[in-house]
């Protein structure tokens, strides 16, 4: 069998003309971002970066219109987050159509991961996110933030809501549908006990 | 013995079994809210419905019985249908408030809405009829919108207590349950209302909002309460104990459980455990388990048979095993009765559950001997200063008034203590015990029934189940138990003692092993039959 040997030319003589296009690129960006205006970056932390509506930056616990926490201390954010961030103590409200209410409602900031579970998982629009990404502190206490904190932070008034919810609906046709979906075509249903789950199965 | 088919499975049941009962032992559930294993049939919910060969309309599974032949369909098209529609009409006025409910993650109407269910509200949640919410009844919460009108409180008040509190009042859609005036439930078994209620109506004011169900991991247990030893769960999160339920017996509590045994767990994660060993000097100075137990075991030396050991019947079998191998290896006088436990073991303080001893292992004291010498010679030859040492596996005997001056004159009073408190200034070694809920073990109930109960919490600190801290003493003593877990402990116990010949854990599973023969002590058979 034959043996094909490549030969390479070791005998590179070193061009001008490479290194001026180089630097032509070096000066066309240069001219462009100091003084077209033409920066892809910006003079962080003076300026901000506009970010999408769906951003999931630091969380907000929204308020009704006496102030008090919306939140009902169900614990689905707690029961669907990943990171398991999320600390809650629920209380009795007086009022007898809401019940209960959040006394404790903790994320640690450091361990969540900004998925946006909880935001889904909410069925009070309680929970939302901002577009507040500025996650800075000198102590990891300082990024356990608290339900008051969550609720009212002087910052987070000039950073738009991130994600939320879109179109509200507490009965969510599109939820049964999957789950009817879930039911049918794979057999599962959440929620019950292994028997009546395998029968359907049959 | 009818033969019978359910979705396709045959079986042969005794002759007045229900379908529904017969569907359980296939593993077929079928749905329902006011059918209760231990509460009479009512009938009244109609979820329960079954299509029937030869039947020309569906029947309800509770209340009909299999005769030979039958053919059920559980889940054919009528019958699912009919389970739809059922839902639906329960779920007309139904509030929808899961997220504040308690019941939510253990409640028949969402469990079964999931499986049977799924439709859409055909009613605006505005449009519903209101009914009374957050209504105190003393331990018990009531929200009549969430009710499903099964009426199971209803039986459960009359059948098991007697005291009829509860009733409907209104009619057609305004039809709700209440107490007259709404006065609050005042007998000791209103847990059980919360847990006989299918839905979130009747909710138990102690675990009010404290802990959604889901995170709740439970254990298997036994109440040590009283000689009556109810099977029970204990529901913990991250080691701290939320909640005690009733785990189905039929020999023993059926399915309830007093108030009283509810609010132990309070005492589990109290402040006030003992969580070091200890020894009294000038003053009190904390020691490692492992010094106080060579103290103790160079103490017992010293004493050379000069010693009384006292038991105690909040102790386990395997504990109590330990503890007289302890007693045995120093020479020592032995007893556990303190203010006479066993005169009252089959005592009942009502028709339901509760037992005048509040011990829940004075039968298992009876059977292994531990009642040997008495607690009257114990206690005179503490007062004629001849005892150099006197170990109590409980604190039950620092708190006889009477026994104090007998007590200061023995040189070493070690005592194995759970929590604190004023009378274990009286001891001179305190050593830190685990609870029940911290430990493996068995007890033996009034009826000589040996139950399992399993470790659900860590002990916190040094504390240790009693049966280690016998064993480390004996360790240091030079004469080593020689088992490493509780489980060895008792095919120990069951080699000792001809009674318990053949037992382990495994074959205690479930409901427990009830001792062949008429006992030690007090057990008579004519008290069995009383009891």
Redesign the interface.
């Known amino acids: 069998m034959a043996v094909s040997v490549v030969v390479v030319d070791r005998n590179l003589r070193p061009g001008v003309g490479p290194i001026l296009k180089g630097f032509w690129v070096t000066f066309k960006n240069f001219v462009e971002s100091a003084f077209l205006g033409k920066a892809a970056t910006i003079q962080y932390p003076e300026q901000k970066r506009q970010v999408s509506s769906r951003y999931r930056g630091i969380h907000i616990l929204t308020q009704r219109e006496d102030g008090t926490p919306k939140c009902?201390?169900?614990?689905?954010c707690a029961?669907v987050c990943p990171a398991e961030c999320i600390y809650i103590e629920?209380?009795?409200r007086p009022e007898?159509?809401?019940?209960?209410y959040p006394t404790r409602f903790e994320i640690d900031l450091l361990r969540c991961v900004y998925c946006g579970f909880c935001v889904d998982a909410c069925?009070?629009e309680a929970i939302i996110m901002s577009g507040e990404n500025n996650l800075v502190g000198t102590s990891r206490e300082e990024l356990l933030i608290d339900r008051d904190r969550l609720m009212a932070r002087s910052e987070l008034v000039e950073h738009e809501a991130g994600y939320r919810p879109v179109d509200h609906d507490?009965?969510r046709?599109v939820r049964?549908a999957a789950?009817?979906r879930l039911?049918d075509e794979h057999g599962i249903?959440?929620?019950?006990?292994q028997?009546?789950g395998a029968?359907r199965q049959r | 013995m009818p033969k019978c088919t359910i979705d396709g499975k045959q079986i042969e049941v005794a002759a007045g079994t229900t379908v529904i009962q017969a569907a359980e032992l296939l593993g077929i559930h079928i749905p329902h809210f006011c059918w209760h294993p231990d509460l009479p049939v009512d009938g009244n919910c109609r979820m329960c419905l079954v299509e029937i060969e030869k039947m020309p309309k569906l029947q309800i599974a509770c209340n009909t019985q299999v005769t030979d032949g039958m053919v059920v369909q559980t889940e054919s098209p009528k019958a699912a249908e009919a389970h739809r529609t059922t839902l639906e009409f329960l779920l007309v006025n139904h509030p929808i408030d899961c997220p504040v409910c308690d019941q939510a993650g253990e409640c028949y109407l969402q469990d079964n809405y999931m499986a049977h269910g799924l439709h859409e509200s055909k009613v605006e949640l505005e449009d519903k009829v209101r009914k009374r919410k957050v209504v105190d009844l003393g331990p018990i919460m009531l929200d009549a919108e969430r009710c499903v009108l099964c009426s199971r409180c209803l039986r459960f008040e009359k059948e098991v207590t007697g005291t009829n509190s509860f009733e409907f009042v209104n009619r057609g859609d305004n039809t709700q349950i209440s107490t007259f005036e709404n006065r609050p439930i005042t007998h000791e078994y209103a847990g059980n209302l919360a847990d006989v209620c299918p839905v979130g109506a009747l909710l138990s004011h102690d675990f009010r909002f404290k802990m959604r169900v889901w995170f709740l991991k439970s254990h298997e247990s036994v109440c040590p309460g009283c000689s009556t030893g109810c099977n029970l769960f204990v529901d913990e999160r991250d080691g701290e104990v939320q909640r005690l339920r009733p785990r189905r017996n039929p020999d023993v509590n059926k399915s309830w459980l007093c108030d009283p045994g509810r609010a132990l767990y309070h005492a589990i994660g109290s402040q006030t455990r003992v969580t070091g060993a200890r020894v009294k000097g000038a003053v009190w100075e904390g020691v490692s388990l492992a010094d106080a137990a060579q103290r103790v075991a160079a103490a017992l030396k010293e004493a050379a048979g000069a010693s009384a050991f006292l038991a105690s019947p909040q102790a386990s079998n395997e504990d109590l095993f330990a503890f007289r191998a302890l007693a045995e290896a120093a020479g020592g006088r032995l007893d556990f009765r303190v203010g006479s436990p066993e005169a009252r073991l089959r005592e009942r303080l009502d028709n339901v559950l509760q037992r005048a001893d509040r011990n829940p292992n004075t039968q298992g004291c009876l059977d292994l001997g531990l009642g040997r010498d008495g607690v009257g010679a114990i206690l005179a030859a503490c007062a004629a200063g001849q005892l150099k040492a006197l170990v109590l596996q409980g604190p039950e005997l620092l708190r006889v008034p009477e026994a104090a001056d007998a007590l200061a004159k023995v040189p070493l009073v070690v005592v194995m203590a759970t929590h604190e408190g004023p009378e274990l200034e009286r001891a001179s070694v305190v050593l830190p015990a685990a609870v029940w809920a911290e430990a493996e073990g068995t007890f033996t109930n009034y009826q000589r029934r040996v139950q399992r109960f399993r470790g659900a919490v860590p002990p916190p600190g040094d504390a240790r189940a009693r049966w280690e801290l016998a064993a480390a003493v004996l360790e240091a003593f030079g004469r080593p138990l020689g088992a490493t877990s509780a489980r060895e402990l008792f095919v120990r116990v069951a080699a000792a003692h001809a009674d318990y010949a053949g037992l382990d854990y495994r074959a205690l599973a479930g409901s427990g092993r009830v001792l062949p023969g008429a006992g030690s002590g007090v057990a008579g058979s004519a008290q069995e039959a009383r009891a």
């Open positions: 009902v201390a169900c614990y689905m029961t629920a209380g009795e007898k159509t809401i019940e209960k069925p009070e507490v009965r046709p049964i789950l009817e039911r249903v959440p929620g019950m006990p028997g009546s029968r």
